[in-house]
């Protein structure tokens, strides 16, 4: 179902438009508009408490907007279930992974071809010969991708035995076998050291040129964000606080007033 309202950007590989969210008298997003250009990096940052989180589950399937519009590459998707978001090309990763712990790294990673392999599970493990060449594909961009992200080594452990800041790095991976054309980062640097984050940022610059994706990436981290954003759409209190570089949202007084509340900020310029 392709629906155009005439609004969107037409380059935008995700419109939002007048997205709200509310759970029994809470209003979680009010109003909520912006577009992710296609080919981009957009940030979507704000303090903790904001919705950042809530509007990617909109985004993704996981809650249904009260009012609005989702646009994914032109196609409304406010109605469309998370595990079919995959078909339409999305993928994300979440804030607080959760991995199959019982199952290795590499299987958490192969879940991620489920939108693309025939069959499913039980027609894997049954090794039925059409999908045994394809699932050799899946295997092999799994461990590629692992050893992209530099967690090659760790193909054939279980992922219980993984710290937990590893588990994002796996996460990616799944995401990226998925094969999406707009791929959603929930705060993918949180619990990651100096280091680690340098390579992030690495790895999503050349995994977006590599595989022609459109990011959104929701961090607090600012220096990833300053590296790897075009834009950025600040929320605060679930409302869009203002849309412009990363440079221009940190100098932004209503931005620094919202990440320190209204004192602290005056005591800041003062
Ligand atoms: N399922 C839910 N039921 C009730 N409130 C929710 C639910 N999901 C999120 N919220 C509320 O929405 C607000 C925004 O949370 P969240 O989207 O996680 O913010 P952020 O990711 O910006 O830190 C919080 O007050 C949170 O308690
Ligand atoms: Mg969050």
């Not at 950042?52 to 196609?75: D, E, M, R, W």
């Not at 707009?182 to 995994?207: F, K, M, N, Q």
Request: aromatic residues 4%; glycine residues 10%; proline residues 4%.
């Amino acid at each position: 179902m392709t629906t155009t309202t005439g609004t969107e950007a037409p380059d935008a590989a995700l419109s939002v438009r007048d997205v709200s969210l509310r759970f029994g008298g809470i209003t979680v997003l009010d109003g909520v508009s912006f577009d992710a250009p296609r080919g981009g990096i957009l940030g979507l940052v704000g303090p903790n408490g904001a919705g950042k989180t809530s509007l990617f589950n909109c985004i993704s399937g996981h809650y249904q907007p009260t009012a609005g519009s989702i646009l994914v590459n032109g196609t409304e998707t406010v109605r469309t279930r998370a595990w079919r978001m995959a078909q339409l090309g999305l993928a994300r990763t979440f804030q607080h992974p959760a991995l199959r712990l019982d199952a290795t790294v590499l299987e958490n990673v192969m879940l991620g071809a489920h939108s693309w392999l025939p069959g499913g599970p039980v027609s894997w493990s049954l090794r039925l010969p059409a999908t045994r060449r394809q699932e050799r594909e899946a295997r092999a961009t799994a461990l590629e991708l692992l050893d992209r992200t530099g967690l090659a080594w760790a193909a054939s452990m279980p992922a219980d035995e993984l710290s937990h800041g590893l588990h994002k790095g796996v996460e990616l991976c799944r995401a990226l076998l998925s094969r999406p054309r707009l791929l959603l980062l929930d705060e993918p640097a949180a619990g990651l050291s100096h280091g680690e984050v340098e390579a992030l940022i690495g790895t999503v610059r050349e995994v977006r040129r590599e595989f022609e994706l459109t990011v959104v990436v929701v961090e607090h981290h600012m220096g990833l964000i300053s590296a790897l954003t075009d834009r950025v759409v600040v929320l605060d209190h679930g409302a869009k606080l203002m849309e412009g570089t990363a440079a221009e949202a940190q100098s932004d007084s209503r931005v620094v007033e919202a990440y320190l509340g209204k004192e602290a900020a005056a005591d800041e310029s003062a």
